[in-house]
């Protein structure tokens, strides 16, 4: 095995979309291992999540999702990361790199970096971010999970509707 992981899967939400409490299930630093369950339903929890909200949620639109996976590239390049892949969703980002960086300066890059770009289209109201703090960063070792996981993201990339 060699020093560094071949890539990284980095994933990120958007601002207020993937509360703890939420129905559709959450992870937090102590539930984030493999076969660990899910964080599910919990309304009180929920409601403290949403009181410390200072803006509404935010959901990428089709162009910003459009925009944010045209951009990537280049941004890897700009930033001496190896481009795989990355899938924007509206509510998430899944991105498969490699790098020789620590993965959480790259994360934490990766954010401000696209928050740059996507604030000078569309500008957001002073004090509000795009993205939640934190995310997840998985390292892959084998080239069978980083096929895997490339299949994933590549599954879940962003196709603009048909245009009549």
């Not at 207020?16 to 599910?40: A, E, M």
């Amino acid at each position: 095995m060699s020093e560094l992981p071949l890539a990284y899967h980095i994933t990120f939400g958007t601002y207020g979309t993937r509360l703890h409490g939420d129905p559709k299930g959450t992870v937090d630093r102590t539930h984030n291992r493999p076969g660990d369950p899910i964080l599910g339903q919990n309304d009180a929890w929920m409601r403290e999540e949403q009181s410390r909200m200072r803006f509404a949620a935010i959901f990428l639109t089709d162009q910003q999702r459009q925009f944010v996976e045209g951009v990537f590239p280049e941004l890897c390049v700009e930033c001496q990361w190896q481009y795989h892949v990355v899938a924007v969703a509206p509510d998430h980002v899944h991105a498969l790199l490699t790098t020789r960086f620590d993965a959480k300066a790259v994360r934490k890059l990766l954010k401000r970096r696209l928050s740059q770009t996507l604030s000078e289209r569309w500008p957001l109201v002073d004090g509000q971010v795009w993205w939640a703090s934190g995310g997840s960063i998985k390292w892959i070792w084998n080239e069978s999970y980083l096929s895997n996981v490339y299949n994933y993201i590549e599954r879940q990339r962003f196709t603009p509707p048909d245009e009549y």
